[in-house]
Each structure stands twice: as structure tokens, then as C-alpha cells.
């Protein structure tokens, strides 16, 4: 079956750039969503059709795909961004929705 | 604005069945797709299916087969998911999702959640 990787956790000091990557088989064929999760909360879109960014959500987050591997950047990371982040693909063979395993971010 | 609004927490026995209501307003309901992804305690996001609000058309994911079942009532823009033959497995957040629709598969808009608890 259809798999997404996520690493499980990636620490960044404040104001530093934070990189998170989801990779797949074919995921380059198809689109990365990207989400995150604060501790009791609701997912919330941060990064749709690979790189773009909802109305709201701060410019420092960004996407990109290179391959079968998607990346989510953080720039100039805040302690506000201290959240789980789920990748998201959509199968179009199965049409199946896909998530990767989520990455705990972690401020220092 | 646009909003789901959940239903609240249910516990449940096993081998009982439960029902998640998604109450959606501020947006022309029948115009998209609602989806279901649920959360075990400390665990990822998992898909669970979704449902065509215009056409009532369903699609499950293989692993929930035979055990979920996705309606709606456009008269009140409500969807539901129904869960059957519950296990302690099943003790989760449900999620109903709003997907935008088009070529690309996302979610713009989450309820709130329901924690489902399953417990003798």
C-alpha cells in the first residue's frame, strides 16, 4: 500500500529554519498538503498544491517538491510554531487520502 | 465564516455502534466533499472516507469496509458518520474535514472533533 515517510521529530532553535520532508512513491505525480497540529487542537492547512500557502498563514512557511519528496520550511522559526506537522497526498489510482506518520516539531 | 461543528463526546461498549454528527454553515453545503479522518490517543491522522454532499456518493477507505457508513441531510447541512462493531481500537478523535474540490484532494476547514471512547 501506499505509504508517506515523515521524519518523527525535528528540533530548531528560535529564528532558524526548520525543514520537514515527506516522502512517497510517485509523490512528485501527485499533490503535498501540509498541516499543523497544536496540542488539542484541530489540524489547520498551512501548505496546499505543493507550495501554496492559504490566506492567513504567515509567509514564513513555504513548500516544495523536489522528486518523490516534499518539504515544508519554516524561516525564521517562532515558539508559536511548536506543533505536529502532517503531510497530505491524495492517491488518484485508489483514491485514497494519505497521510504521512506527522513530525513533532520542537522549539529550543 | 465557515464552520463544522461536531457533535460531543460519546462512550461507547464494544461491538456497539456510534454516530458523529458535522453541522456545516457559512458556505453553500452541497458544493463540496466531507471527509472523515480520525486520531487515536498519541497517534497520527488516519483516513476514513468521504462523502459527495450533492450526490450522497460514498468512498471508504479499505480498511473501515464493511463498518462505516457516511450520509448527510442537506435540509439541516449536517453529515454523519457511523461506526459499527466499535473495539477499544476505535477510542479516537473523529474529525469531519471540508475538501474544496477541483483536481486537488485537501482540506481547508475541520470540525472541532469527537473523542469516541470504547470501554466495557
Known amino acids: 500500500s501506499y505509504e508517506l515517510t515523515q521524519p518523527p521529530s525535528v528540533s530548531v532553535s528560535p529564528g532558524q529554519t526548520a525543514t520537514i520532508t515527506c516522502s512517497g512513491d510517485k509523490l512528485g505525480d501527485k499533490y503535498a498538503s501540509w498541516y499543523q497540529q497544536k496540542a488539542g487542537q484541530s489540524p489547520l492547512l498551512v501548505i496546499y498544491?505543493?507550495?501554496e500557502r492559504p490566506s492567513g498563514i504567515p509567509e514564513r512557511f513555504s513548500g516544495s517538491i523536489s522528486g518523490n519528496t516534499a518539504t515544508l520550511t519554516i524561516s525564521g522559526t517562532q515558539a508559536m510554531d511548536e506543533a505536529d506537522y502532517y503531510c497530505?497526498?491524495?492517491?488518484?489510482?485508489?483514491?485514497?487520502?494519505?497521510f504521512g506518520g506527522g513530525t513533532k516539531l520542537t522549539v529550543l | 465564516q465557515v464552520q463544522l461543528v461536531q457533535s460531543g463526546a460519546e462512550v461507547k461498549k464494544p461491538g456497539a455502534s456510534v454516530k458523529v454528527s458535522c453541522k456545516a454553515s457559512g458556505y453553500s453545503f452541497t458544493g463540496y466533499y466531507m471527509h472523515w479522518a480520525r486520531q487515536a490517543p498519541g497517534q497520527g491522522l488516519e483516513w476514513m472516507g468521504r462523502i459527495n454532499l450533492h450526490s450522497g456518493g460514498t468512498k471508504y477507505a479499505q480498511k473501515f469496509q464493511g463498518r462505516v457508513t457516511m450520509t448527510r441531510d442537506t435540509s439541516i447541512s449536517t453529515a454523519y458518520m457511523e461506526l459499527s462493531r466499535l473495539t477499544s481500537d476505535d477510542t479516537a478523535v473523529y474529525y469531519c474535514a471540508r475538501e474544496p474540490g477541483g483536481i486537488i484532494v485537501d482540506f481547508d476547514y475541520w470540525g472541532q472533533g469527537t473523542l469516541v471512547t470504547v470501554s466495557s
Open positions: 498544491q505543493d507550495s
Open positions: 497530505q497526498a491524495w492517491d488518484s489510482d485508489t483514491e485514497d487520502v494519505l
